[in-house]
């Protein structure tokens, strides 16, 4: 889609234009490269990305930042735990008229903190206090669910949000998880790929045989062909199961080589690719901002660690993804400056003027909210300068 005179059109609608940026694929991660990835997308991604920035740094925009919210908290109080959720609602509508791009909910099951099981009804709940902002669930596990619900879900939700929730899948990695589904987990590739084209075909109004049922799924969604999906992943099967279907492949990996497996498989499926988010190199995927990034590490350092020790303790065989920590200390997380940082106003300021959105994670490890606006209001109030 090439839409005409890109640079006199109002940022969020050129974003709106393009499929990966309709969805908030732009920032869904931040610290994802994805020039390249627009620019395959045949749109006008990269020329989105070059004019909000152009409007930053001439002060004609507020800061660019993402959210992610996984509501894990070590809390036993069921009070505070839902005022983590109330939070996150609260921050999604103040945020959308004051920078934020998109926000991302996560899924895990079983976890002793209470890691977010359910993203569909967190992202409707987020859609419905806002108007504007886009919406990823990131990553939907889709071996998980039983389809035709599924598909009835999200093409409601599609329709409460007017097309702003986007999902990026994955096959999943906790073994924990697969044991409470009943679903083994050597198949759980196999059963992804099918999956998603059942989705596919049921949002299409197709009738579709699931089990020996036949399954017709109505209302149709917002979207043509239902809500985006997007491929996420950290292996060269990842990125070629998400060229072989035509979908945004994020990657979770620094690993260039992927790229290539990616289009290699798009073209011998005839499939045009769609495009790729990658991780930066250098650039946190977590970041708070604070005049005192000292006194800041003293205050939140502990809920930082919390969440980067549990992440690093489920992929302590899984190397090279991106945004996982292997500090044991919160030193040792402050002083590696790697995918958790704690940034100045002048650092989080360079990071936007190149086109990096802030990935911010503003209750990250069950972070008070109380104590979390103050850091989510800095980030907020980043301007060129």
Known sequence: MKIPNVEESDARAVVTACPPFR??????????????????????????????????????????FTMRFAMRSRTADSSARADLYAGTLDMCAWAESRGCMAAIVSQHHGVP????????????AI?????????????????????????????????????RVSYVVGIGYR?????????????????????????????????????????TVTPAPYSPGGPMLAYGGGSEAAARRAGRLGMFFVA????????????????????????????????????????DPDRAWADIGEYLLADATSY????????????????????????EQGAYQIVTPEQARAFVARGVPLGLQPLVGGL?????????EAAAAITAG
């Open 252 to 291: 979770e990996t620094h690993d260039s080589d992927l790229r290539a497996a990616y289009l290699d498989e798009a073209a011998r499926a005839g499939v045009a690719p769609v495009g790729w988010a990658f991780p930066e190199t250098g650039v946190p995927l977590t970041v708070f901002v604070a005049d």
């Open 368 to 376: 008070p909210p109380d104590r979390a606006w103050p850091y989510l």
């Open 113 to 124: 903190d209470g890691y977010l099981p359910s993203p569909i009804p967190v992202a409707a």
């Open 23 to 64: 969805s908030g694929l732009w920032g869904i991660s931040a610290g994802w490269t994805q020039t390249g990835a627009m620019e395959r997308c045949g749109c006008v991604g990269s020329a989105a990305s070059r004019l909000w920035v152009g409007r930053f740094l001439r002060g004609e925009a507020a800061a660019i």
């Open 127 to 163: 859609a419905a206090r806002t108007s504007t902002l886009h919406v990823s669930v990131a990553a939907l596990l889709l071996a998980l669910y039983e389809p035709a619900k599924l598909a009835e879900d999200l093409a409601v939700v599609d329709l409460l949000s007017r097309g």
């Open 175 to 215: 073994d924990e998880e697969f044991a409470m589904f009943g679903v083994d987990r050597r198949t759980r590739a196999q059963i992804t790929e099918m999956r998603i084209g059942v989705l596919r075909k049921l949002w299409a109004g197709q009738t579709v045989e699931i089990d020996g049922r036949p399954v």
């Open 312 to 335: 690093a303790e489920w992929n302590s065989y899984r190397t090279g993804t991106a945004s996982v920590s292997f500090a044991t200390t919160v030193s040792e997380l402050k002083d």
